[in-house]
Nanobody, 121 residues
Framework: QVQLVESGGGLVQPGGSLRLSCAAS????????MGWYRQAPGKQRELVAA???????NYADSVKGRFTISRDNAKNTVTLQMNSLKPEDTAVYYC???????????????WGQGTQVTVSS
C-alpha cells in the first residue's frame, strides 16, 4: 500500500506565505508525477501544480508567479511554496502521486488526506 502524508497547512493573512510538504511511503517501485490539488467549499477539486519525475511543471493560471512546486525524487517528497496568498486560495489542499507499487503493477493515483489552508485577515 502507498501512503501520502501532508503537512504545512494553516491560517495565514492575505499576502502571507505557507509551505506544504508531502511524503510518499509504503510499497513503491516508481513515482511518476506528483502534485497538489485543492478543493474549496462548493467547488470541484482542481489542479494547483504538478511536476513530472523529469522536472516538467504545470501550474494553474491562478497561481502562476506565486506558487512554486519542487520535489525530491530520492525521498519521494513534493513541496508547494505558496507566496502572496489571497483569500481565494482558501481550500483543502491534497497531495497526489502517480505510483507503480511494484515492477509488475500499473501506475495508480494516490491521494493524501488533505490539509486546510485558510487565507484571512
Amino acid at each position: 500500500q502507498v501512503q501520502l502524508v501532508e503537512s504545512g497547512g494553516g491560517l495565514v493573512q492575505p499576502g502571507g506565505s505557507l509551505r506544504l510538504s508531502c511524503a510518499a511511503s509504503g510499497s513503491i517501485f516508481r513515482v511518476y508525477a506528483m502534485g497538489w490539488y485543492r478543493q474549496a467549499p462548493g467547488k470541484q477539486r482542481e489542479l494547483v501544480a504538478a511536476m513530472t519525475s523529469g522536472g516538467s511543471t504545470n501550474y494553474a493560471d491562478s497561481v502562476k508567479g506565486r506558487f512554486t512546486i519542487s520535489r525530491d525524487n530520492a525521498k519521494n517528497t513534493v513541496t508547494l511554496q505558496m507566496n502572496s496568498l489571497k483569500p481565494e486560495d482558501t481550500a483543502v489542499y491534497y497531495c497526489n502521486a502517480e505510483v507503480s507499487p511494484t515492477i509488475t503493477t500499473r501506475r495508480n493515483d494516490y491521494w493524501g488526506q488533505g490539509t486546510q489552508v485558510t487565507v484571512s485577515s
